[in-house]
């Protein structure tokens, strides 16, 4: 029994200490949204993935499974703060409404589809928190992505010099 206790103290403090650490977002309405912030991993182009948890006031049917119902999911998104643009990595559905225990449903998506990022959505909020701590601001311009600009002036002016 002696020896048992240092090794449960060691496996409940590893588990702590891989445990999501859920940040609140201030979204209106009564789903409550919350981040991983250990979950933030810049990419490349100034894009950032992140969790979030969804938390829904009650039991939710699924569209597509009648039988599903479910009280919270884990999304993970990948966003692009310089475009303002979202995918939908992944999708974990859960009984209980704190994310935890074993998923309901569980999708992976292979060729995610783009979405905008409207102001108003839940989706900013979740763009703002990441952006503002990856550091994935928008990229520097690079020279060979620069194009220069070309005015043709047709007026004329009778102060202009040389032929007309």
Known sequence: MIRLLPIAGLCFAANAF???????????????YLVDSGSLRPGGD????????AEFP??????FDARLHYRSTI???????????????NVSYYASGDG?????KHYAFSQPLRQDIVSWGSLDSVAAYAC?????????????DMRPTIIQDSRHSRYATGSQ
């Open 18 to 32: 891989c445990a999501p650490s859920w940040v609140p977002l201030t979204v209106p309405g009564s789903t409550r």
């Open 100 to 104: 935890r225990g074993r998923s309901l």
């Open 46 to 53: 100034a894009t950032t993935d992140i969790a979030v948890l």
């Open 75 to 89: 999304t993970g998104y990948r966003i692009d703060c310089a475009n303002r643009y979202a995918w939908v990595l």
């Open 58 to 63: 009650q039991p939710l049917a699924a569209a």
């Open 132 to 144: 503002k701590n990856t550091d994935a601001g928008p990229a520097p311009p690079r020279l060979e």
